[in-house]
């Protein structure tokens, strides 16, 4: 049984698709915390930032530079924008399949909650 964002990645259950290649996905947040809240995934599953490897080296970069696409598609590279990936309960990840927050186009609180 795939978890919710390997079922997205197979398009078992829909997701608004923004970037899609080979080795990752990028899609809308089905509860967007900002004007721009995008989720990137790798497509293979990888459950957290604890599991990568150093294969992992070339598709993390490729998705922090994918995160910098969108933002800047969207006009908010030079206002600024936020990338985020939540690991295990304190960090409050809830789907245990890798994911990058881009989020933007309204000012984000540092500290973070
Ligand atoms: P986490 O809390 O694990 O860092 O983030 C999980 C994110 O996935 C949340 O922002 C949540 O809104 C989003 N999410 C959960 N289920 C779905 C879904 O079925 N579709 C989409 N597009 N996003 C989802
Ligand atoms: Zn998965």
Redesign the pocket.
């Known amino acids: 049984m795939a978890c ?1 964002f390997c079922h ?1 990645v197979e398009g078992s ?1 829909p ?2 698709k923004v970037f899609e290649d080979d080795q990752m996905l990028a ?5 967007p ?1 900002a004007p721009m ?1 995008v ?1 990137i995934i790798p497509k293979t599953h990888v459950a957290t930032v604890n599991d990568l490897t150093g294969d992992h080296d070339a598709l993390v970069g490729t998705m922090l530079r994918r995160a910098a696409a969108i933002a800047r598609e969207r006009g908010y590279d030079a206002a600024g924008y936020r990338t ?1 990936i ?1 690991t295990n309960a304190q960090a ?4 245990f399949h890798l ?1 990058m ?1 881009v989020l933007g186009g309204r000012p984000l609180a540092w500290p973070p909650g």
């Open positions: 919710l997205i259950i997701a608004k899609f809308e947040d089905i509860h915390q809240h989720l985020v939540n409050g990840q809830t789907v994911h927050h």
